[in-house]
């Protein structure tokens, strides 16, 4: 009831007591069934009015002398009076005295005599002005207004209301009701709604009215759960025609069950539904169950999930895994694969399922939860039936395939999964379509372990083999998989391959590794250096992914999103969504792996470098020994790169030895972009100039004839970073400008701000007449690191700017006053000491004094009022005029 129609009401009965009435009497008819609020707007019109208020209709009468005046009425739950009292209101309203206002409230499923709430006699005098009002359900609107408040907008979002609004069929008390139960628990709200107390008890004693023989049809519409036509009702409710049409009027004139409109019948409620279904027991309950499966079985098409359950209830064993297995591969058909897995992983953890069936449905689910997102319960069933010796070879070696699809692909235990697949490979020999599969898995590259030339001799043979079985969701696969190895080291040769992916291929599994072929091709590009080309096939092979059902390719590609607007400098919001894709993945870590390592740049960028850590090698952090090889060279690059801005070059020096032990081993150098140019230094820092500059070729003949424009640039990298760590700026300044517009080419601005801003520190260190604009180049990296956000870096160039500035560019002697705000100095110190670095970590950036950090650190404390360095995350900003160190 709105404010709005409250107040129409309230001016209809005004009209009893003023002269725009002329003093006529007013009936106001409230009618609304069960829980739709008719109690509630009947106190709320009481309020406020300026006139008495009585209840019985006897005080309202007039007494032989003349009326007491104007007065309001208001009567509630009118289909429960008694005679007596219904005859009262008749008699009152055959004649009302002037300036009555009377409101009537009732149930109209619950009149003896439908339409007249005051019996069979009723009737209106000519001098009463009548008005009806109905009130009808809550709409979605107003449910949500009412769960955000009672639960908050966050633990119950628009479409959880839609769900409760739904359960609730809108009726406002039965909505109220199951507010109060979620406000008193924890946690997010449950998938499915218990039947409120209140409502249980209404829709129990609306049945149990009902005559014995007559209840089985409303029996029979709580199993059928929908609205049902009475002849389906009937049906379950093992009545013949003539009973059980007697039964359904009996069931209407009681409101135990309610008229839909459409020729079908229900529970008003839906919820009431579970409240009633929960009473018969025993074999009677079993025969409900198996008349309502026998009847949807004859429905087209077949809700076969719907059959599953009944069959279930009823005990049969063998129907019931029968429906199962059809109700999961029309949600596969269709591309609902979470769907599927969560209703095959229910039936197979019910308890013990005959070897038969159990087979069917887990080569169903493997297929299903390869290509879908599911917990570490889909493992546990794979793995235990791989394990079954009794199992034939054939069938252990196909289930075994997705067993190590899954290890590989979703819970990131490759060298667990690649053996699995190589397992299958033996199982398969007489399945070549499988074959084909495992073989093709087998040659995708991001896995450590088998070299390059392993993964390519797979792809190969995956190839033959494909072609000649024929089978279109081979073929899609194999191709898939042939593009990703091709791309990821550069062969130009893979483009056509990319463009001849099957987008609109039939059956959907075509549609699907279409999907996650394009999603690997725009993972693939990012490493190499393809930008453009990436976003453009992150947005076909997502969408594709989607609308084929394909979850696991459009999870891949949100991570390669991060990924890619890493390497683009779009970082702004970029570590927000990074650290909602890792809350995402749940207990499922390595579905994040892109994400970590984005987060883990991000902070090194700007000097959180305790965060660093812990994304890149903390105990959630991929496994660079065992996880995906470019991310683990990326990972190893930052590491090394942090162990040398603290000074460590031993250990940056012993995780560059580890990392290109991978590399080389896996023989894909394209991926040494983001690590070479660390690790040649690190090397090199370390004394071990000869193993160094043979990093520096073996990475520079890896590159010989592909496409690597990322690696290109990083290739001039790593030479200038040799150069300068062996003592000539010269060759280095020449190598650092190269890669630097290399990067900007690409674009890759942060990159090309780093080789920048290196490129300007050896022309000053060769001292020749570029110096000048050496300055403005560094002022100019430092500028795109602050845009960036790069505070670390950011920082450090403008002191190492400061060291050069020319001398028109000084200030005078003596230190400005800056008062309560923070100088230049103090506000670069305070926003390295929120990020996490210890004084003697932003003493070596910034070339000041351990001692001199602290007392920045001290002033910008008292000047802020912050208690700890972590709260100076937002200091103001400084004033602009320098500072001496």
């Not at 109209?108 to 008005?131: H, I, N």
């Not at 809550?138 to 907008?153: F, K, T």
């Amino acid at each position: 009831m709105d404010a709005l129609n409250e107040t129409a009401l309230r001016r209809q009965l005004a009209r009893a007591w003023t002269a725009d009435g002329g003093g006529r009497a007013v009936l106001l008819l409230v009618e609304g069934e069960a829980g739709t609020g008719k109690s509630r707007l009947l106190a709320r019109l009481a309020r406020g009015v300026p006139v008495p208020v009585r209840t019985d209709p006897q005080a309202a009468a007039p007494a032989e002398g003349p009326a007491d005046g104007p007065a309001l009425l208001l009567v509630d739950d009118v289909h429960r009076a008694a005679p007596e009292r219904r005859a009262a209101l008749r008699a009152l309203l055959a004649d009302p005295p002037a300036g009555l206002a009377c409101v009537l409230g009732y149930r109209p499923e619950e009149l003896d005599d439908p339409g007249l709430p005051l019996g069979p006699d009723t009737e209106y005098p000519a001098g009463l002005t009548v008005v009806r009002h109905l009130l009808g359900p809550l709409g979605p609107e107003d449910v949500r207004r009412m769960a955000a408040a009672a639960l908050g907008a966050e633990r119950c979002p628009p479409e959880s209301a839609d769900r409760l609004h739904r359960a609730a069929g809108g009726t406002a008390q039965v909505v109220a009701d199951l507010l109060d139960l979620l406000a008193a628990q924890d946690g997010p709200l449950p998938d499915a709604f218990a039947p409120p107390p209140r409502l249980a008890a209404l829709a129990l004693r609306r049945t149990a009215a009902l005559p014995a023989a007559h209840r089985a049809v409303v029996h029979a519409a709580a199993v059928l759960g929908d609205p049902a036509t009475a002849a389906e009702l009937t049906e379950v409710a093992g009545l013949d025609e003539d009973t059980g049409r007697t039964a359904l009027q009996a069931a209407l004139r009681t409101a135990a069950l309610h008229d839909h409109g459409d020729g079908r019948y229900g529970f008003r409620v839906p919820l009431a539904a579970a409240a009633v279904r929960a009473e018969p027991a025993g074999p009677y309950r079993e025969e409900l169950h198996g008349r309502a499966a026998d009847l949807l079985v004859r429905r087209q098409p077949v809700p076969w999930e719907r059959v599953a359950e009944h069959r279930r209830a009823c005990g049969r064993e063998r129907g019931w895994l029968q429906a199962v297995e059809r109700a999961a591969q029309r949600h596969a058909d269709r591309g609902d694969l979470e769907r599927a897995v969560a209703l095959l992983e229910s039936a197979l953890a019910t308890g013990p399922v005959p070897e038969h069936a159990r087979s069917r449905l887990v080569t169903l689910l493997a297929r299903c939860a390869v290509m879908g997102l599911r917990s570490d319960r889909t493992l546990t069933v794979l793995q235990h039936i791989v394990a079954d010796h009794g199992l034939a070879p054939a069938l252990r070696g196909e289930i075994r395939l997705d067993l190590g699809l899954l290890l590989c692909n979703q819970i990131g235990r490759c060298t667990d999964g690649l053996a699995e697949l190589e397992r299958a490979v033996g199982e398969l020999q007489e399945q070549p379509v499988l074959l084909a599969r495992a073989m093709s898995a087998l040659s995708m590259p991001y896995w450590p372990g088998a070299p390059l030339a392993e993964n390519v001799a797979w792809i190969e043979r995956a190839l033959a083999v494909s072609e000649q079985v024929g089978d279109p969701v081979v073929r899609a696969a194999v191709a898939a998989n042939r593009v990703s190895v091709l791309l990821n080291i550069g062969d130009p040769g893979a483009w056509p391959l990319v463009d001849a992916l099957p987008r609109d291929g039939e059956p959907v599994a075509v549609r699907q590794q279409a999907a996650r072929g394009l999603c690997n091709a725009a993972d693939a590009a990012v490493w190499i250096g393809h930008y453009d080309r990436s976003r453009a096939l992150l947005g076909e092979g997502v969408a594709l992914a989607a609308r084929s059902g394909a979850s696991y390719a459009e999870q891949t590609g949100r991570g390669c999103t991060l990924v890619l607007d890493w390497a683009t400098g779009r970082w702004a919001g970029l570590a927000g969504r990074a650290a909602a894709l890792v809350a995402e993945a749940g207990d499922m870590p390595f579905i994040a792996s892109d994400a970590r390592l984005v987060l883990g740049l991000l902070a090194l960028a700007r000097g959180a470098w305790a965060e660093t850590e812990e994304y890149l090698s903390g105990p959630d952090a991929p496994d660079r020994d065992h996880g995906p090889v470019p991310l683990s060279a990326a990972a190893s690059g930052a590491l090394i790169r942090l162990a040398l801005a603290r000074e460590d070059t031993a250990g940056a020096a012993a995780e560059a030895t580890l990392a290109w032990d991978r590399l080389r081993a896996k023989g894909v150098w394209a991926w040494a972009a983001e690590l070479a140019p660390w690790a040649v230094e690190a090397t090199a820092r370390a004394g071990a100039v000869a193993a160094a500059r043979e990093m520096a070729a073996e990475f520079a003949a890896g590159l010989d004839g592909r496409d690597a424009p990322s690696a290109d640039a990083a290739l001039h990298w790593t030479r200038a970073a040799l150069a300068e760590a062996t003592g000539d700026p010269k060759t280095a300044r020449t190598d650092y400008g190269r890669a630097a517009a290399g990067y900007r080419a690409l674009p890759r601005p942060y990159h090309a701000a780093l080789t920048a801003a290196a490129a300007a520190r050896c022309t000053l260190a060769v001292g020749d007449a570029g110096a000048g604009a050496a300055v403005e180049a560094l002022a100019d990296s430092a500028a795109a690191f602050e845009a960036l956000g790069a505070t670390w870096d950011a920082a450090r160039t403008r002191a190492e700017l400061r060291g050069h500035r020319p001398p028109d560019d000084r200030r005078g002697p003596g230190r400005p006053a800056y008062g309560d705000l923070l100088s230049p100095r103090e506000e670069e110190v305070a926003r390295l000491a929120a990020a996490g670095m210890t004084n003697r970590e932003i003493a070596a950036a910034l070339h000041l004094s351990p001692r001199t950090v602290e007392q920045h650190v001290a002033r910008a404390l008292q000047k802020t009022g912050a208690h700890s360095r972590q709260q100076l995350t937002a200091v103001p900003r400084a004033a602009s005029a320098a500072e001496p160190d």
